[in-house]
């Protein structure tokens, strides 16, 4: 079963909704933010075990995002999102302890299966398996 | 080499030919000149002998344990480095931090009342914009250094390897064709996965990806192939048509900080990050280069890592 909690980051709104609303349909428990800061705040008030985190946003980028999360919940794994791949982003998030880069348009079921094996990686570093 | 004791009988042996002369000549009392002569001519003897011995002693060596060595060299020379600049990159931290927190605090009060209608403020405010991204700039420098530095402990799951292979080509599919680089996939079907850490190698294959395409330049091949190299391992390859690595270049590139991008563009990290992960794996990664011709970088992975590698196993 899926039971891990999900946060999807992303300043288009209309993905974010409908994003959230195809995870939900699969049984998946998952929050969105439509900032990096916001999601930020959502991460102090309680754990997220996988995150998917937009590249490109205005504000705090993905990059700048990713690395706060690393620095104060190291153990959630993220998910980068890109629309345009950079190579330069690309490898300046798995520097940064990305667990893997999805490209947009996404295909849910792809998706899925990263977000599983995250998951897996977060219980086996947590001692859980 | 081993040591050995002065005197032994076998050590007096190649000296024998000198005693026996010697101990020949007196008795049919030679001259003193033909007995130097005679003599001599056995410490020649005995010389060629010993020299002959060392010479195949050093090549049994070579053959069986250099390449080992050299390999070992590597891998302490990269963690002393890597615990030097550690140490100098966390010392770096503060003062920067407190340079970039210094100058925005001069941004927030050049916008106070008291500075309005000044004529430079608007230079002053862009330079010291300028100095926040420089620091910005040593900042990723040293969290580099950091990250390489840190021994992170491999987190062992089960890993499709072509599909990440796939997945990190896609990543740098788009910038290659505008290029006019062509990536191809050579992968293997059937390959069972590896128990590996997918983050991990996800890097190490996206910096090999990211150098090919450097080092292509413009209108050429980058190819990623994938096999099973025996029962227990398999190879990835990442091969270029590029310009080829320099014989006199080809010890240095997995040493941290070697680089041969044009300053602030590189800085030499990317293939001894690569080389400390595969080898925390268990695997190896070796080159081989041809001036004119291209690259090829070849990593060998044990499909299952030795025991006391990394965290539990996944259930794949
Ligand atoms: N495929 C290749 N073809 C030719 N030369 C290469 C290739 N890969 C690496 N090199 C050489 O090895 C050097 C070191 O590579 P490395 O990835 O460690 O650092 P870099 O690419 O120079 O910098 P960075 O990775 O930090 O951007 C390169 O500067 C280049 O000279
Ligand atoms: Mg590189």
Known sequence: ?129 | MTARSPISISNLLPYLPVILLFAAAAPLGLSCGVLWALGAFGLAVVFLVTIRRLQSRLEEQAKSGWLLDEGLRQTQKLAAIGQLSAGVAHEINNPLAIIRQEAQWMQTLLQTDHFRGVEEVKELYDSLREIIQQVDRCKEITHNLLDFARKRQPVIQGVAVNKLIEDMAALVAKEARQKGIKIILRLAPDLPQVYADAPQLRQVILNLLNNATYAVQRNGEVTATTRLAGKDSLEIIVSDTGPGIPPEDLPRIFDPFFTTKPPGQGTGLGLSICHGIIEKLGGRITVASQVGQGTAFTIRLPLKPREGVGGGRGQG
């Open chain 1, 1 to 129: 079963m899926d039971n891990f909690k999900v946060m999807v980051v992303d300043d288009e709104l209309d993905f974010l909704e409908t994003i959230i609303k195809r995870l939900k349909a699969r049984k998946i428990e998952v929050t969105g933010a439509e900032s990096g800061q916001k999601a930020l705040e959502l991460l102090a008030e309680q754990d997220y075990d996988v995150m998917v985190l937009d590249v490109k946003m205005p504000g705090m980028d993905g990059i700048e995002t990713l690395r706060e999360v690393k620095k104060r919940k190291p153990l959630t794994e993220v998910i980068m999102l890109t629309g345009h791949a950079s190579v330069e982003s690309g490898i300046q998030g798995m520097q940064l302890g990305a667990f893997d880069y999805v490209m947009k348009p996404v295909a849910l079921d792809e998706l899925l299966e990263k977000m599983r094996q995250a998951y897996e990686r977060k219980l086996i570093q947590e001692g859980k398996v």
